[in-house]
């Protein structure tokens, strides 16, 4: 089984600086893409920023500039460094990783169970 946890969330002020990790575990030959997606209260879940295991990074529009994506192949894990933050990117953010659990399986989907991010102006 693969597991992702998350860590690095809380309460921050307007124009505040957090920086959130996400480590999978378990049975893992190969992390592909990872990334953060988030949901706001009443909206729907949607991207923040994905890395491909080489290091190609996509940002949402309403991040860019603000936050950098970064990972750890050899620890599997990713980080989400966000600064300038505005009480608009209050939301739970989610750990996403593709990864492949053997050789001989193909890569699946996995998901942490989120972490509140809540800034206050």
């Known amino acids: 089984q693969v597991q992702l946890v998350e860590s690095g969330g809380g309460l921050v002020q307007a124009g505040g600086s957090l920086r959130l990790s996400c480590a999978a575990s378990g049975s893992i030959f190969r992390s592909n893409t990872m990334g953060w997606y988030r949901q706001a209260p009443g909206k729907q879940r949607g991207l923040v920023a994905t890395i491909t295991r080489s290091g190609s990074t996509n940002y949402a529009d309403s991040v860019k500039g603000r936050s950098t994506i970064s990972r750890d192949n050899a620890k599997n894990t990713v980080y989400l460094q966000m600064n300038s933050l505005k009480p608009e990117d209050t939301a739970v953010y989610y750990c996403?990783?593709?990864?492949?659990?053997?050789?001989?399986?193909?890569?699946?989907?996995?998901w942490g169970q989120g972490t509140q991010v809540t800034v206050s102006s």
């Open positions: 996403y990783a593709e990864i492949q659990p053997t050789a001989w399986r193909r890569a699946d989907d996995y």
